[in-house]
């Protein structure tokens, strides 16, 4: 199934940073809108766009892939004109020192400035940069608001999509933002006779706060989180811990946590997992079984509230993942669009058609 280009870049153009996705969940509901019957937004900002099943059936389904990407909330402006920020998401604090940003809901150019290395003791030289500051060019902190910046705006990266060699591509907010698309992609082939929520959720990177909002509103029968998933397949990666690959084609999680426990994510219920196995399978698509063990998707949320439901995650494996130039395969991702929409196209397992004790 081609996954569009087009709309990708349309979507990562947009700002999202947490809390702020309004622009993003506009475009994904203009995009969405002629493919589904209703679109809708909650008070949170997420976006439900539905298209409805069949009088014969009664199955929901909900696909769900998160606006936000990592950004920075305003929280101070000096008497010199310079902006303090507050984290937001999963940063690594060595992709922060000499990038370009856009701040404020005019998207003013900024920088993040390293000290200069001539000043720098042998310490400073090795180590992560501390107290950084957002510099757009202002001297008072007059100026700041004259070029229409104030404390409590938000920053995000000042960059793109770029296409890579080998129908790969590389920018910032590929997280989730490849999955919006391949959301779109699908909405445009679909006909089942399932209903079909497909659901753009706020604030996933500080606490996957808008999945719980829309599982609970929404109820579905089976809620699946899309997302990328976070490979180290390159050679300044690590030996050992996961094991996918770009080019592998779509992972379907085992589970998610914050640690080696699974603490705070979620294990996969063996139904769902067998559901995507064999969409993938009757279409001839590879897959591959990960656990990330460093963070966790929507699934969590979705899969407890209200009564608890089926859920589970598919990912499309990325590169540097939280940072400027995320990378990833167009083939993993149209490759994850033909196993959701084969999915849709099959029943759901019973408890007695999956592996288990007997």
């Known amino acids: 199934m081609h996954v ?122 090795e180590s992560l940069p501390e107290n950084l ?48 698309a391949i959301l779109l992609a699908i909405a445009r082939e679909e006909d089942v006779d399932a209903t079909v929520h497909y659901v753009a959720t706020v604030q996933e990177e500080v606490g996957l ?41 779509p992972v379907v999680e085992f589970g998610d946590g914050t640690s080696e426990y699974l603490f705070g994510g979620v294990i996969v219920d063996r139904q769902t997992r067998t559901w995507l196995q064999d969409a993938a399978e009757k279409i001839g698509v590879t897959i591959q079984h990960d656990l990330m063990l460093t963070g966790s998707t929507d699934a969590t949320e979705l899969q407890q509230v209200r009564g608890g439901r089926h859920a589970g995650a598919i990912a499309v494996p990325c590169r540097y993942s939280h940072s400027p130039v995320e990378t990833l395969s167009m083939v993993d991702a149209e490759e994850t669009a033909d196993v959701l929409l084969s999915a849709l196209n099959q029943e759901f397992p019973s408890r007695d058609e999956i592996r288990r004790p007997r």
């Open 209 to 249: 706060r808008g999945a719980r909002a829309a599982g609970y509103s929404l109820d579905p029968d089976v809620a699946i989180a899309l997302e990328i998933f976070p490979v180290d397949d390159y050679p300044a990666g690590r030996t050992d811990g996961v094991k996918a690959t770009l080019d592998g084609g």
């Open 4 to 125: 569009s280009f087009e709309d990708l870049e349309t979507l990562v153009e947009a700002p999202g940073a947490p809390g702020n996705e309004y622009a993003v969940a506009d475009r994904f509901a203009n995009l969405m809108e002629p493919h589904v019957d209703h679109v809708s937004f909650d008070a949170m900002g997420n976006v439900t766009a539905t298209s409805e099943g069949s009088e014969d059936s009664d199955f929901e389904v909900m696909f769900a892939a998160h606006t936000d990407e990592l950004g920075f909330l305003i929280d101070r402006v000096d008497e010199n004109g310079f902006l303090t920020f507050r984290m937001l998401g999963g940063h690594y604090k060595g992709n922060l020192s000499g990038q370009r940003v856009r701040v404020g809901p005019d998207g003013v150019p900024g920088v993040i400035g390293p000290r200069c290395r001539h000043y720098m003791n042998e310490d400073e030289k």
């Open 133 to 180: 500051r957002i510099d757009i060019g202002a001297t008072t902190s007059d100026d700041v608001a004259e070029l229409g910046v104030e404390p409590g705006d938000y920053a995000i990266w000042d960059c793109g999509v770029t296409r890579l060699g080998n129908d790969r591509i590389a920018g910032r907010a590929l997280d989730d933002r490849i999955a919006l």
